[in-house]
């Protein structure tokens, strides 16, 4: 039954971890992304784009764009500590309850 357990919080820390690494190397993506849903004059000012004869647009506001992306960094980053936090707990489940000869009354 521990290997069990084992396997399933492991395989839940190894997939946490991926998908935090997976937004964060895909942030600029995720950033183009949410400013399309939101339309690109609103998000970085209308001055701050230029619309091509093709089609396309260029965006030449790059601190709004890394404040666009800092959303993503951030969930990346709880994803990475919430992996090592997951079996950080699952290696010290003793520290959370208190020693055996504890006389807290979670211990009784």
């Given at each position: 039954?521990?290997i069990?357990?084992?396997?399933?919080?492991?395989?839940?820390?190894?997939?946490?971890?991926?998908?935090?690494?997976?937004?964060?190397?895909?942030?600029?993506?995720?950033?183009?992304?949410?400013?399309?849903?939101?339309?690109?004059?609103?998000?970085?000012?209308?001055q701050?784009?230029?619309?091509?004869?093709?089609?396309?647009?260029?965006?030449?506001?790059?601190?709004?764009?890394?404040?666009w992306?800092?959303?993503?960094?951030?969930?990346?980053?709880?994803?990475?500590?919430?992996a090592?936090?997951?079996?950080?707990?699952?290696?010290?489940p003793?520290?959370l309850?208190?020693?055996a000869?504890?006389?807290?009354?979670?211990?009784?």
């Open positions: 039954m521990r069990l357990l084992a396997a399933f919080v492991l395989g839940q820390a190894a997939l946490l971890m991926a998908t935090g690494l997976a937004t964060f190397w895909w942030s600029q993506e995720l950033m183009g992304w949410l400013i399309w849903m939101i339309g690109e004059e609103r998000a970085l000012g209308a701050n784009v230029i619309r091509l004869p093709e089609g396309g647009a260029l965006l030449t506001n790059p601190g709004a764009m890394i404040f992306t800092t959303p993503f960094w951030a969930f990346g980053l709880l994803q990475i500590t919430a090592f936090t997951l079996v950080g707990l699952w290696l010290r003793s520290s309850r208190g020693s000869g504890d006389s807290s009354p979670a211990a009784r």
